[in-house]
């Protein structure tokens, strides 16, 4: 059974850091395609970054030189560093899965795992 498990999230302040974990069981992080999400009170969930096969990444616009996705294989672990946070970063963030290979970004339709989410504030 796949397990993906978020920590990390908390309260900063604008210009602060946080580092988001999100621990695979069941699942190897290592070839699979993963990506954060994030869904602020009342807008709809929306792509922040993902990994394909090939290890290519990619980030939405509002993140791009702010928000760095890695992964630590030994540890079957994603990770999702994030700098320079402002109030518009407030959001649940999490970590989605894919059940196979991937080129490219994926709709977050087509993930086939999602955790329970990580919450992140950020005040002005």
């Known amino acids: 059974q796949v397990q993906l498990v978020e920590s990390g999230g908390g309260s900063v302040q604008t210009g602060g850091s946080l580092r988001l974990s999100c621990a695979a069981s069941?699942?190897?992080?290592?070839?699979?395609?993963m990506a954060w999400f994030r869904q602020a009170p009342g807008k709809e969930r929306e792509a922040v970054a993902s990994?394909?096969?090939?290890?290519?990444?990619a980030y939405a616009d509002a993140v791009k030189g702010r928000f760095t996705i890695s992964k630590d294989n030994a540890k079957n672990t994603l990770y999702l560093q994030m700098n320079s946070l402002t109030p518009e970063d407030t959001a649940m963030y999490y970590c989605?899965?894919?059940?196979?290979?991937?080129?490219?970004?994926?709709?977050?339709?087509?993930?086939?795992?999602w955790g329970q989410g990580t919450q992140v504030t950020v005040s002005s």
């Open positions: 990994y394909d096969s090939y290890g290519n990444t």
């Open positions: 069941g699942y190897t992080v290592r070839r699979n395609c």
């Open positions: 989605a899965a894919y059940d196979g290979g991937c080129y490219g970004q994926l709709h977050q339709s087509q993930y086939n795992y």
